[in-house]
């Protein structure tokens, strides 16, 4: 069975694989230049899943990207401005150990929660360019010519352009190479707190407006301000993955069991994990190695973690962004669109590498043993 995809006002005829924020802002960026693409995404729907936490969008990055698409103004009118606090806290006592609270005005990494980012690109976009509940399974040639997209329900395409910004585990990528993200060690089992001012004001109190880290004997407590009161908190520790998780298939994990691995932690840092609401994921951190390139193939490019997912230092959702604006700039500004994609690529790769080696061990210094003594060396990204 076809699937049915919008009449394409140019060639290329785009498709994106990924409605996350590099798919989306790609798609906002060439809906401002007139263009159109048609954009699939696993997920059922806008807010069918539980987004992740907040985000802060840097000036030299995100904030680039907003700007390129058009953006910016809208996003400066519903970031949360005065949730740009850190603070380190000592594991075993949570005194501070070291803060930084900008005075107002001056932030300059304003955050966003994820969900609030997607509707703020999707207004940007025409109704229907994006097709809910379209998992993408495989790139393959389509009858008529050029690329088709192997859906659950049928044939979409042909695409003279497939961008695949489907995360890191994405199908797009395994068209152009083989190599598959790696396990870090580290999985981070994330808890939601919410109403945090009226039901956990000390909670509220010890993570301030903003991020605050503990960190100590590879493992940390690390907890961010979301929008609408409340807190997402992550433990971080060491563990072995199921093979099963090894692919992408998420596993469940017992708060006693993360409860355990922080024994002679702070009270009120074990309280952020005992009083959430909820464990709401388990997120085993993945990279692709640094040095990954491949070959170039006709009319196929990934953008963000389907790229280049990173050990996370505040950085993949700016380059997700960036990447996707490049590549909509460099396409609606090429002469011949086959050399902007290409140029793009070989540019994204060279970024992406040298970032990627940043985060690996600003990582390692974080989840290292003594991971404690060089955070307060640490300017959390
Ligand atoms: C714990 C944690 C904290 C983080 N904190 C930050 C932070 O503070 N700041 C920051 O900049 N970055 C952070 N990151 C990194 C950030 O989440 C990613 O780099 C970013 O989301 C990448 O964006 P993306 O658009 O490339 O991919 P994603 O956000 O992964 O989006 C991919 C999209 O593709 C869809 N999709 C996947 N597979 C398919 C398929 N087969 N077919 C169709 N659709 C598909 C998904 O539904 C999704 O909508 C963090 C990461 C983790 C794990």
């Not at 005065?82 to 075993?92: F, Y």
């Amino acid at each position: 069975m076809n699937t049915p995809v919008p009449t394409f006002t140019q060639r290329p005829r785009i498709a994106i694989v990924g409605g996350g924020p590099g798919g989306l802002t790609l798609a906002a960026l060439l809906e401002r230049h007139g263009w159109t693409s048609a954009v699939f995404d696993a997920d059922t729907a806008a807010d069918a899943r539980d987004q992740g936490g907040t985000l802060d969008l840097h000036p030299n990055e995100g904030q680039v990207a907003l700007a390129k698409a058009g953006l910016l103004d809208a996003f400066m009118a519903v970031a949360r401005h005065d949730d740009q606090e850190e603070r380190l806290l000592d594991p075993a006592t949570a005194a501070v150990l070291r803060e930084e609270i900008p005075e107002p005005g001056t932030g300059q990494r304003p955050e966003i929660d994820r969900l609030v980012l997607r509707r703020l690109l999707l207004d940007a976009i025409a109704p229907g360019t994006v097709r809910w509940g379209a998992r993408v399974r495989e790139v393959v040639d389509h009858p008529a010519g050029g690329h088709g997209l192997r859906l659950d329900d049928g044939l979409a395409g042909p695409f003279d352009l497939v961008v695949g910004a489907d995360g890191a585990w994405s199908r797009v990528r395994r068209a152009l190479t083989p190599v598959m993200p790696i396990y870090t060690g580290v999985t981070f089992v994330e808890f939601w707190l919410s109403e945090v001012d009226q039901r956990h004001p000390a909670l509220a109190r010890l993570v301030g407006h903003g991020t605050m880290f503990a960190l100590g004997d590879g493992k940390g407590v690390i907890a961010q301000r979301n929008g609408g009161g409340t807190i997402r908190a992550y433990a971080a520790f060491h563990r072995e993955l199921s093979a099963d998780e090894r692919t992408g298939i998420p596993a469940t994990i017992d708060r006693a069991e993360v409860l355990a691995r922080f024994e002679g932690w702070a009270v009120p840092l074990r309280a952020l994990i005992a009083e959430a609401d909820r464990l709401a994921a388990v997120r085993p951190i993945m990279a692709l190695p640094p040095s990954l390139d491949w070959a170039a193939r006709a009319g196929l490019t990934v953008i963000g973690d389907a790229a280049h997912v990173m050990p996370p230092l505040g950085t993949g959702v700016n380059l997700a962004m960036l990447d996707a604006a490049e590549l909509g700039e460099a396409l609606v500004a090429a002469d011949e669109w086959e050399a902007g994609v290409a140029a793009f690529e070989s540019a994204m790769l060279a970024r992406a590498r040298r970032v990627s080696l940043e985060c690996q061990q600003g990582f390692s210094d974080m989840f290292g043993v003594g991971g404690a003594q060089r955070a307060q060396d640490l300017a959390p990204r």
